[in-house]
């Protein structure tokens, strides 16, 4: 995998949150959101002097946990972790634990004291639409949170053989099978483009997953995971900037025929 992580290439906002985030893993357990919420302020400049602690970020985004959720919302091999749950509420109900995307994009904005705005994407996530927005969003000084349902991608340590043939094929049934299978957030930092498939670069949350919590998945594979098609109802992508970048934001998406609202 070492040589296809050199084809990288990185988003324009994205080294000051990937600085960060080997140092920052592993999430706690049901606080995938917060995780994100606290590296997002990274975004940008002027960053924060001291990012706030899971925990607090989990406050501010309204994060709910709920016990009866165990080893079935981590990946394979992950001890638990509940650092701080003493502090957060309780769910009524194991589906209502986690974070939403209204209230992580909220709680972003709120950390950051107006300095950085989530804006959310939604649609129907064909991969030519997320290819093209991706393409669209690379150059600009944002962050990418993505919510996905993991059923929906390859194994995080794919051989480097099936993905240099996903590359020149864009034939995606090649690869391992999910690790698990949950809705998650994740970070999305760059990508190589391929003779005929693109591949994605993610941050995840555990260093289980991937190459120290990254990993590389097929375009199609992620678009899967984000759409309504999915085994979960459909998902999307929160982009964080400063917010004068809502308009060029909003502008792509409804040019590739998605719309800058919630999904949840």
């Given at each position: 995998m070492s040589e296809l992580w050199d084809l990288v290439v990185p988003f324009a906002g994205t080294a000051p949150v990937l600085t960060e985030h080997g140092r920052a893993l592993p999430q706690i357990d049901q606080l995938c959101g917060p995780f994100w919420a606290r590296l997002a302020l990274l975004t940008g400049t002027p960053g924060p002097g001291r990012l706030p602690s899971q925990v607090q970020a989990a406050e501010a985004t309204g994060t709910q946990v709920h016990p009866a959720l165990d080893a079935d919302v981590r990946p394979s091999?992950?001890?638990?972790?509940?650092?701080?749950?003493?502090?957060?509420?309780?769910?009524?109900?194991?589906?209502?634990?986690?974070?939403?995307?209204?209230?992580?994009?909220?709680?972003?904005?709120?950390?950051?004291?107006?300095?950085?705005?989530?804006?959310?994407?939604?649609?129907?996530?064909?991969?030519?639409?997320?290819?093209?927005?991706?393409?669209?969003?690379?150059?600009?000084?944002?962050?990418?949170?993505a919510n996905i349902a993991t059923a929906a991608l390859w194994g995080s340590h794919s051989a480097d053989s099936a993905l240099r043939g996903y590359l020149g094929s864009g034939d995606d049934t090649g690869g391992p099978l999910p690790d698990w299978d949950v809705g998650h957030f994740v970070g999305i930092w760059g990508r190589i483009v391929g003779d005929r498939g693109t591949l994605v670069a993610v941050a995840d949350t555990y260093e289980v997953l991937g190459s120290h919590g990254r990993h590389l998945q097929p375009l199609t594979r992620l678009a899967r995971a984000l759409g309504a098609d999915s085994a979960h109802r459909g998902r999307g992508l929160l982009v964080v900037g400063e917010p004068s970048l809502r308009t060029v934001v909003q502008d792509a998406a409804e040019n590739l025929g998605l719309r800058t609202a919630f999904w949840d």
């Open positions: 091999g992950q001890p638990p972790n509940r650092t701080g749950w003493d502090q957060l509420p309780r769910a009524t109900a194991p589906a209502h634990a986690g974070t939403s995307g209204r209230r992580l994009a909220a709680g972003i904005g709120d950390l950051a004291a107006g300095r950085l705005e989530a804006v959310p994407v939604s649609g129907s996530w064909r991969p030519e639409q997320l290819g093209g927005l991706l393409a669209e969003l690379a150059d600009l000084p944002a962050f990418i949170i």
